[in-house]
């Protein structure tokens, strides 16, 4: 059973950038197909995909925070990391790891594991 758990400080200062590490157990993070998301939901709306790192560790982001957000892993600890910039209150959040499998040739299927997500309020 793959176990996720996010960690990070709570509280952030505008502009600043605000860092989070998902730390992985019960799976590795260079499994094929294993594709490694964080995603966040701000308090009182949906839930906000923000970006992926894959098994081979390309990225992707979503268009909307590409310019402000960096994926990246450390294979040696089993953990991948979030980086947001210049953040503002609206990057106001519950932030969650989260794991998908996609074997090729086949359907996206929903997230099948998240950790338990991490509130991180951006405020002076």
């Known amino acids: 059973q793959v176990q996720l758990q996010e960690s990070g400080p709570g509280l952030v200062k505008p502009s600043q950038t605000l860092s989070l590490t998902c730390t992985v157990s019960?799976?590795?993070?260079?499994?094929?197909?294993?594709?490694w998301n964080w995603i966040r939901q701000p308090p009182g709306k949906g839930l906000e995909w923000i970006g992926r790192?894959?098994?081979?560790?390309?990225?992707h982001y979503s268009p909307s925070l590409k310019s402000r957000t960096s994926i990246s892993r450390d294979t040696s600890k089993n953990q991948f990391t979030l980086q947001l910039s210049s953040v503002t209150p609206e990057d106001t959040a519950v932030y969650y790891c989260?794991?998908?499998?996609?074997?090729?040739?086949?359907?996206?299927?929903?997230?099948?594991?998240w950790g338990q997500g991490t509130q991180v309020t951006v405020s002076s």
């Open positions: 019960g799976g590795s993070i260079t499994t094929n197909y294993y594709y």
């Open positions: 790192i894959g098994y081979s560790g390309t990225t």
């Open positions: 989260a794991l998908r499998t996609t074997v090729p040739g086949t359907r996206p299927v929903d997230f099948g594991s």
